[in-house]
């Protein structure tokens, strides 16, 4: 069995749509979400639409949380403010109830997802070094987990000691525990700004990142025609 494991979509529907067919062409049959549907780009109603229509198990995003509508806007920088109450003006009231819903934790197979961490995850902490993920491994139960938040593909592993390691694939160790950040399909962090996504493949045990390019020009040209700030459609290119 091959599953995809993809998130922080953040409403491009363009990177989704390559992504969702890259991972059925490499014969993924299960299709898991950590999170981040929407906020940021121009496509929140299509991208909630594709992943809820499909029944995916979906964990509760920072932005998913946001767009619901449970929190003021006041705190926020005019940047994010002013995305997501665009956002929140395209959701109806059922796809906010939709995100209000998701579950913060979820089992799926044998492993666990989580947007952020497991230790709080209702604290949306961000893991940038071992030192984070050292806080997640005390409460991950599972051998595997996978989660988002930072945008940046990653996999810690904990065996006698916690490590990041290298490189875009790993297998796993039967006595190690591994928490691997997806990286982002809509807005990735890590100074390429191709849209990427994880396979897990269960008969071989290993976990694979794959980077796809995707129509970035009609991402921004809608982001443009949206009113929503510029900074937006520029960041994407410069995958930052
Ligand atoms: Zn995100």
């Not at 003021?72 to 665009?86: I, R």
């Not at 982002?184 to 976990?207: H, K, L, N």
Request: aromatic content about 10%; glycine content about 6%; some cysteine.
């Amino acid at each position: 069995m091959r599953i995809a494991l993809f998130g922080d979509i953040h409403a491009n529907l363009e990177a989704l749509e390559t992504v969702l067919a890259d991972a059925e062409e490499r014969g993924c049959t299960s299709f898991v979400c950590v999170g981040d549907i929407v906020g940021y780009n121009a496509d929140p109603v299509a991208c909630l639409e594709r992943v809820r229509s499909a029944g995916w198990p979906v964990v509760k995003g920072n932005h998913d949380e946001d767009a619901s509508g449970v929190h003021s806007l006041e705190t926020m920088n005019p940047v994010a403010a002013t995305a997501l109450q665009w956002t929140r003006d395209q959701l109806n009231d059922d796809h906010k109830d939709w995100l209000r819903k998701l579950r913060m934790v979820r089992q799926v197979e044998n492993f666990t997802v989580v947007h952020s961490t497991l230790d709080q995850p209702q604290s949306w902490n961000y893991v940038t070094n071992k030192f984070d993920a050292m806080s997640n491994f005390s409460y991950q139960f599972t051998s595997l987990c996978f989660h988002g938040h930072t945008h940046v593909p990653r996999i810690f592993s904990r065996g006698t000691r916690v490590k990041e390691l290298d490189g875009d694939s790993v297998t796993l160790e039967p006595d190690q525990k591994y928490f691997i950040n997806t990286g982002s399909v809509g807005q990735p962090r890590d100074g390429d700004w191709r849209a990427c996504y994880a396979i897990y493949e269960v008969a071989t045990a290993t976990v694979t990142f794959h980077r796809l390019e995707y129509d970035i020009k009609t991402t921004q040209e809608k982001i443009r025609a949206a009113g929503l700030p510029e900074m937006l459609a520029e960041r994407l290119e410069e995958g930052r």
